[in-house]
């Protein structure tokens, strides 16, 4: 345990039982840095494997190293800039993940980029294209590429890390922006898709200002000490990927979900 989540347990929504996640294994995509790696120690507390996918090698160790020493699961790292994501990549992960674990219980692509903030007139292509490739372009190929281990799973839950300009476009977010508009089309195809079969729940996420380096970089002159910690909304995602339980209703698949305005659903 560590202090931050303690704190945060205190003011959450949902408090899931002890091990809630045992036993499964979810992929968090930007694992090694802000709202990835809290999500990433928050899922091994309670009892998940998490493949810590992310583009520092450094970062991901010391997540790794963290979740060893504080949690009986096993996590792995998987170095990868997904830029430069191939289907022979994916294929690859595919088949190491399914040796080891099995299949995939969840699966959330939290990693993006902000790129810069600019008019359209002015927003260099070389990097609008770079912002969709990793925000958008990546979350589909990897979704793709591993999807016979989400569909193995007897639940499994897709959460796609959306934003508030992703549901509202606002002046100079460009690709980022319009990256994350995507990403909320890309989470109702796949809901509309899997809903059928009812084995994979999809939802995307906005988790509001949040207390990274991303948020630093888009608000340079906000208190830090203002902007709430990535920990205080861990209960909402803990809830979707725990998954169904007696009693516990799931919001229909494909919904968004604001982290900051978000209560457990009741079954009245
Ligand atoms: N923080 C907020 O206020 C806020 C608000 C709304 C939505 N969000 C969303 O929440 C998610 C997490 O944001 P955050 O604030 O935690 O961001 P962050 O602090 O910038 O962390 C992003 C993580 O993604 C990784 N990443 C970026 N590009 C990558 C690439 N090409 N390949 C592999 N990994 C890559 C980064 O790796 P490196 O460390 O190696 O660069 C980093 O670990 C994002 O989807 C963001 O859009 C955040």
């Known amino acids: 345990m560590y202090p931050e989540l303690t704190a945060a347990q205190e003011n959450w929504r949902y ?10 294994t979810i992929l968090v995509t930007g694992a090694g840095a802000g709202i990835g790696a809290t999500t990433a120690k928050t899922l091994a507390y309670y009892g998940a494997n998490v493949v810590l996918l992310g583009r520092s090698r450094d970062k991901l160790e010391s997540v790794f190293d963290w979740i060893e ?3 009986p699961t096993q996590p792995v ?39 810069p903030k600019v008019p359209i007139a002015h927003y260099p292509i070389e990097q609008w294209q770079r912002i969709m490739q990793t925000n958008i372009n990546a979350p589909f190929i990897l979704t793709r590429g591993l999807f016979t281990l989400l569909d193995t799973a007897p639940f499994c839950c897709v959460l796609n890390v959306s934003s508030t300009v992703g549901r509202q476009g ?10 994350k508009f995507a990403l909320e089309g890309f ?15 999809v939802y995307s996420i906005n988790p509001g200002g949040t207390r990274t380096a991303m948020r630093k970089a888009a608000y340079p002159m906000e208190d830090v000490e203002t902007v709430p910690l990535a920990e205080t909304y861990m209960d909402m995602y803990l809830y979707m990927l725990e998954g169904p339980q007696p009693g516990k209703p ?19």
């Open 77 to 115: 790292i998987v170095p990868a800039d997904l830029e430069e994501l191939t289907q022979d990549s994916v294929a690859a992960l595919h088949d190491s993940i399914e040796s080891t674990y099995g299949c995939l219980h969840g699966l959330i692509h939290n990693a993006s980029a902000l790129g």
């Open 69 to 71: 020493t504080n949690t």
């Open 15 to 24: 408090l899931p039982e002890e091990n809630a996640l045992a036993k499964k």
């Open 250 to 268: 799931l919001p229909p698949t494909g919904a968004q979900l604001d982290a900051r305005s978000w209560k457990p659903p009741t079954n009245r």
């Open 187 to 201: 989470s109702q195809i796949l809901a509309d898709e899997t809903e059928t079969a009812g084995r994979i729940h």
């Open 170 to 179: 606002r002046a100079y977010w460009g690709a980022y922006s319009a990256s």
